[in-house]
């Protein structure tokens, strides 16, 4: 499997809820993919042994589109800064060396809103399908949206 380009993708944003609040949610693999991808993906679980608790901790979940399973691994995590650290345990559909990061900070001059941020490294093999690994692209540039949707005040 030869690596045909990397990527690098930060998206940030600004969220409509304190930064404990936030980081209640988003230091949970199982909310996040949740909240990010709805029903596009099944069977969202801990597995090895892994636990919300526990850090390095393995879960696991399916792409409905494709039957892909996706394996990750939450990697470290540090709660003081809120940030959590996470990584592809194998390759899913020509995505190869994943690691990500999620961090929430305060507002300084609006403590009930959060600075949201997202960062990402990934490879692509040479044998990935470009159309898969376009839509698995865009979908990772929405995914902050969907955060910032999850936060947002109820509308009137």
């Not at 940030?12 to 980081?23: E, G, H, M």
């Not at 909310?31 to 069977?43: L, T």
């Not at 490879?123 to 999850?150: F, G, K, W, Y």
């Amino acid at each position: 499997m030869e690596i045909k380009r990397k990527h690098t993708m930060h998206h940030s944003t600004i969220l409509d809820a304190d930064p404990d609040t936030v980081w209640a949610e988003v230091r949970d693999p199982m909310k996040v993919v949740k909240i990010v991808s709805g029903p596009a993906v099944k069977n969202v679980s801990w597995t090895e042994g892994g636990a919300l608790e526990r850090v390095p901790s393995r879960y696991d979940f399916t792409l409905v589109f494709n039957g892909g399973l996706v394996q990750q691994e939450v990697a470290g995590r540090n709660e003081v800064e809120r940030s959590s650290t996470y990584r592809a345990v194998a390759p899913t559909m020509g995505i190869y060396d994943y690691a990500a990061t999620i961090r929430v900070r305060p507002i300084t001059n609006d403590p009930d809103r959060s600075y949201f941020e997202w960062s990402r490294e990934f490879a692509i093999t040479d044998d990935a399908d470009p159309e898969v690994l376009d839509s698995v692209i865009a979908m990772m540039e929405n995914q902050t949206n969907s955060v910032r949707e999850h936060f947002a005040p109820p509308k009137k």
